[in-house]
Each structure stands twice: as C-alpha cells, then as structure tokens.
C-alpha cells in the first residue's frame, strides 16, 4: 500500500468550497464521458465482434481498463460524496473538520483496488489485488489517461468499420456486375485472363472485408496519414477492377462492331484478290506486247488470310467475342497490307506498258509540234517518225529501241526549228 503524503496547509472553508465546486464539475464532465463511451457504436460492436490480431490484443486491454475506470470513478464518486456530506454538516466547519476535508480534498484519501498479484508474487496471506491510496487530483489525471486512451481504441475501431467494409461491399457488387458483363462475352475463368482475375479479385475483396470486421485496428495502425483508415488494399483492387472493366467493354465494342468490321475485311481481301487477278492478266498481257525479261510474278490470292477470316466469322457465330477480339486486330492490320501489296504488284506489272504509253504520248505531241512549224514534209523527220512508230506499235515491243528512237525524232525536230545566223544562211565562202 502507498504511504499518504502530506496534504499541505489546512484549507479554508471558502478554498474547500472552491475545491467542491471543481471536483463536482469535472465528476459530471467524466460521467458524461464515461456514458458516452459505455453507448459509443465502437465499443458495442467490439464488445460483440469476433475480433483478430492486433484488434483482439488491444481490445482485451482496452476493455479491462475501462472496467477499472468505472471502479476508479466509483471510488472518486464516494470520494467526493463522503468530502460533500463532511461538508455539510454545518455552515462554519472546526478545523478538524476542515483539517479531514484537506485530507480528503488535497491528500491521498482514496483507496483504490489495482490489478491481480501474480502466483509467484504473492503470500500466503498477501492480498489477490493490489490496492493504493491517491490524491483525487491523482485519481482524475489517471481516469483521463485512461480515458484518452480507451476512446482512442473505440473511435479508431468504428473510424475503420465506418469507412471500409461499406466501401468493399460496394466495390465487391460492382466486381459482380462486371463479372456478369464479362460471362455474357466469354470472358471466363480458364478460358480468358481477365475471367481468372475477376475470380481472384472476388476472393481477395472477400478476405479483406473479413479482415476489416476482424482486426480493423491493423488497418489504423498501418494508416499512412493519421486520422484515417488504410486503403491500401481496397484502392489496389479498384484499380484491376478498372483495368479488367475496360478489357472487358473492349470485348464488348468487338461484339457491338463485329459484323461491320467483319464486313470491310471481306471487302478488303476481295479488292485484293481482284487486284492480283488484274494484275496476272496484265502480266499476260505485258509479256505478249513488250519484248521484257524483268515482269515481277504476281502471287496467288492470300490463302492464310481467308482462312483466318472464316475463323473469325466462326468466333463471332459462336459469340467467343474475347476470341475474336485479338484476331480481327490482327486481321485488320494484314488485309490492308494485302491490299497495298496487290496494288504495288499491279503497278510493278504495268510498268513497261506505262512506259510504252509515254513514249507514244511523247512521239504524238513531236510530231504534233512538227505539223505547227509546218516541217511535216522534211524527209528526216518523216523516216525517224516511222521507226519510232513501228517500234512502239509493233508486239512484242523493244521498250529500250523505242526510247532510243523517240529521243533521235526528239533531237531531229530540235535541231531542225532551231533558228539559225546570218553565217548558217550564207553557206560555205
């Protein structure tokens, strides 16, 4: 047992009135709280939750504390009666009364039981608990510790069931809607990625709200900025759930768009067979009109590329929309470059017409220019017309003697409208 320390100089009856007045205030204050605590909803629901970790452990200590401050506000309260009852037993109390109410008011008067002796601790006829006797100001500071700390707890449980489990429930319906969503397009566990994180982020949330209801202290404590719950994990699964909605309306917008894109991809490829078709009948053609080794061959329609498309067309009958996603990008991408190739393969085969074209074109418009400067009649100009013109309209055509003929009409119209000097007039001297 403590031993009383003196209680200082004995109180006069205006400072014990003074004094009363004070402790009566502060024992309404700590009844209102210790009320407020007993009906907090954070401390209802520890009382009756089957609590986990750290929450378990710090609970267990919380509520024996708050047993023991209602057993110390008790002793406070027949304190603080016992000292209100001295004090009224007449208006001007003697000093030995004023001397007992110093003791009270001021002294370590009040006799308080702790906690258990331990076994090995105590004697045979020691006492089971330990008790001490301390000031009232004493036994106020120690309540409000208490106090301070038994709320801590209790807000900072209810804090975390307030604001998480709610906030799960919610993420974990819309996990479900999205899972629904996701079914309704073949996104499935095993048959897809996105289904088989569903699934898992289903079990993960579930985990979590268990978590949560059980030791949501460990979600305080683990708190990066004090004052608010950990999110962590529930902000973690809103962000995959977001990632695998967005997977999941891709293979939507497939399904919604299939049939359009399927569509301009048969369109596509037919163009391109047509092209090729055009240009191996050009080719033919070529060979037979132009004297030519150097024709590219021309390929036959792209086999690999009907034969995904009747795959993706099965994709989209059989509704495998996650399937059909990957494989009409991909489809996409190499009908346009199937295109492009029988197009450039076509005008590869052209080539050599083109540029028999050109020459007969360039030859036309010489001799048109030879017909204005009225020299239709210059024998030179007539013969290297001809055998320009018998080479570009004979077959096979010798695209090289061509060109080198056109140039010689070319150069025999220049030098022939080319003005002359008085010297070229006048002739040899």
């Not at 975390?160 to 996701?182: G, H």
């Not at 768009?257 to 991809?265: F, P």
């Not at 085969?349 to 020299?375: H, I, N, Q, W």
């Amino acid at each position: 047992m403590a031993v009383a320390g003196a209680s200082g100089p004995v109180m006069g009856r205006e400072d014990v009135d003074r004094a009363l007045a004070r402790l009566g205030a502060e024992h309404e204050a700590i009844e209102s709280s210790l009320f407020a605590l007993q009906d907090h909803s954070g401390r209802r629901l520890l009382e009756g939750a089957q609590l986990t970790g750290l929450t378990k452990e710090r609970w267990a200590a919380t509520d024996a504390a708050i047993s023991t401050l209602w057993a110390h506000f008790e002793a406070y309260t027949d304190a603080l009666t016992a000292a209100r009852e001295l004090r009224a037993r007449r208006r001007w109390p003697t000093q030995t009364e004023l001397t007992q109410l110093t003791e009270l008011l001021r002294g370590e008067g009040v006799t308080v039981t702790g906690a258990e002796v331990p076994d090995h601790a105590r004697s045979l006829t020691g006492p089971a608990r330990l008790t001490e006797r301390l000031s009232l100001e004493q036994l106020l500071a120690r309540m409000n510790g208490w106090y301070d700390r038994a709320m801590e707890t209790v807000a900072a449980a209810d804090s975390v069931w307030s604001a998480l489990p709610a906030r799960i429930d919610l993420l974990a319906a819309e996990t479900q809607r999205v899972r629904s969503l996701a079914h309704s397009v073949g996104v499935r566990p095993g048959a897809h990625p996105s289904g088989d994180e569903l699934e898992a982020l289903i079990g993960e949330l579930a985990e979590l709200r268990a978590r949560t209801v059980s030791d949501p202290l460990a979600f305080w404590q683990a708190a990066p900025a004090p004052g608010r719950p950990d999110t962590s994990g529930y902000d973690r699964a809103g962000r995959r759930l977001e990632e695998i909605r967005r997977e999941v309306e891709a293979v939507l917008h497939v399904r919604d768009d299939a049939e359009d894109r399927l569509k301009r991809l048969r369109d596509v490829l037919s163009r391109a067979d047509r092209t090729l078709t055009e240009a191996r009948s050009a080719r033919v053609e070529v060979l037979s009109k132009i004297l030519a080794s150097d024709v590219p061959a021309v390929s036959g329609p792209a086999a690999a590329l009907h034969e995904q498309l009747a795959v993706a067309e099965e994709f989209a009958r059989t509704a495998q929309w996650h399937r059909l996603s990957p494989l009409l990008d991909r489809l996409e991408e190499s009908s346009d470059d199937e295109l492009l190739r029988a197009r450039d393969s076509l005008t590869a085969v052209t080539a050599p017409l083109a540029v028999r074209a050109e020459l007969r074109g360039r030859l036309d418009a010489y001799r048109a220019k030879v017909a204005r400067l009225g020299m239709a009649e210059d024998p030179v100009l007539i013969e290297r017309y001809d055998q320009a013109r018998r080479l570009l309209w004979s077959a096979p055509c010798d695209l090289a003697a061509a060109d080198r003929t056109v140039q010689r009409y070319q150069q025999a119209v220049a030098e022939i409208s080319a003005p002359r000097t008085p010297t070229d007039r006048r002739g040899p001297g």
